[in-house]
């Protein structure tokens, strides 16, 4: 939907952290590409498979049995957002806690009421508190604020690459992305806040959704139905391990990848649909004559809507419903990412990240 022009509505305002806005919580396009072109080469897979990044995952994977998935996750993302200053939940107490405190907080129904109910909201909020907690997650907070500070992360970290853009542009850049950011008022200088909030973001992101996708698939290959899956993976995991200095990287491991890609798709980690809004005007381009007649508004499957109407997706329905790409589609089956035939049309449908500019910047 992001490619013809559908922005975000103020939904995502319940997602605002520090009173700033984020790259997940900006509204349009152009001033979420722009924040994205600083921040996607952190997340490209050249950097992610270098050897300090993959090292700080490899170590924890180690350990990630001690306790939990979401634990393990924890670790993982805050290694990539912070090193050497990320988490060891796994092992210390004080890290799980920090851990714990994000994964339970369930302060987002009180932020519905407050969103869709505003006048109840001010009525019943002293008692609804008790049943649905605002946002309290001081430990992680303290946490991310202090190390958010810190100048001297790996170069591999966002921290590192949010300062090296964290000082101000003269007014006569040469840099058209900076100059525009400037504009936007979502400078691409990053100042202290702003690197705080955008790094609070991706770890709490990071956490649950890579947590639950490992809890789903890992129960979903411990089924009776499923051992014959378990026993190939483990079989390509060990053989390639045993080609030593020849051994493939774990991006190009093909059954591994067709596990993972078919886990996510039966068990997609984001369960809410994410709305959008109808456009006013056919985005980036004029409309012919026979096109005036809808250029306040656009035709999904048929239907017309008009702009400004408020619609959405979420994965696990976007993957079931055609079943021409999917068959069968409620049975875990990853041998069907390695078929040739109708490859195109399984990665189109696929939206576990979501798709398009606005798809999850973490998807590799």
């Known amino acids: 939907m992001d490619q013809s022009g559908y922005d975000k509505t103020d939904f995502y305002d319940l997602f605002t952290v520090y009173g700033r806005r984020t790259m997940f919580t900006t509204l349009d396009k152009e001033t ?125 970290t966002l921290l590192a690459r949010m300062h090296e853009r964290q000082h101000p542009y003269p007014p006569d850049t040469k840099d058209e992305e900076d100059r525009l950011s400037k504009e936007s008022g979502m400078s691409g200088g990053f100042d202290a806040l702003d690197a705080a909030a955008e790094s609070l973001d991706h770890m709490a992101a990071g956490i649950d959704t890579t947590g639950d996708a490992l809890c789903f698939l890992m129960w979903e290959l ?73 250029s306040n508004g656009r035709v999904i499957d048929g239907f017309f809507l008009p702009a400004g109407t408020v619609v959405s997706s979420q994965a696990y329905s976007v993957h079931r419903m055609d079943t021409t790409v999917f068959p069968d589609p409620d049975t875990f089956n990853p041998d069907r990412w390695l078929a040739s035939d109708g490859d195109s049309d399984r990665k189109r449908s696929f939206f576990a990240f979501a798709s398009g500019g606005r798809g999850c910047i973490g998807k590799q």
Request: hydrophobic share 40%; proline share 7%; charged share 25%.
């Open 32 to 156: 979420h590409a722009r924040r994205r072109r600083i921040l996607a080469d952190r997340y490209a897979n050249s950097n992610i498979m270098r050897g300090p990044a993959l090292a700080g995952i490899e170590e924890r994977s180690r350990h990630f049995a001690e306790l939990s998935l979401h634990a393990y996750a924890f670790d993982c993302v805050t290694h990539h957002l912070f090193h050497p200053y990320g988490t060891d939940s796994l092992r210390n107490e004080s890290d799980a806690e920090i851990m714990r405190e994000v994964t339970f907080d369930d302060s987002i129904q009180n932020r519905l009421v407050s969103f869709y109910s505003p006048a109840v909201y001010a009525i019943v909020n002293p008692v609804l508190a008790w049943f649905a907690k605002p946002r309290e997650t001081p430990l992680a907070d303290d946490f991310v604020l202090d190390t958010a500070a810190k100048t001297d992360a790996a170069h591999f």
């Open 222 to 294: 411990s089924m009776p139905r499923s051992l014959h899956f378990q026993e190939r993976l483990r079989r390509e995991l060990l053989d390639n391990a045993a080609k030593g200095d020849d051994a493939l990287p774990f991006d190009r491991l093909l059954f591994l990848d067709a596990v993972i890609m078919e886990g996510l798709r039966c068990f997609p980690a984001i369960p809410m649909s994410l709305p959008r809004v109808v456009p006013d005007q056919h985005w980036g381009r004029t409309p012919r004559a026979d096109q005036q007649q809808q």
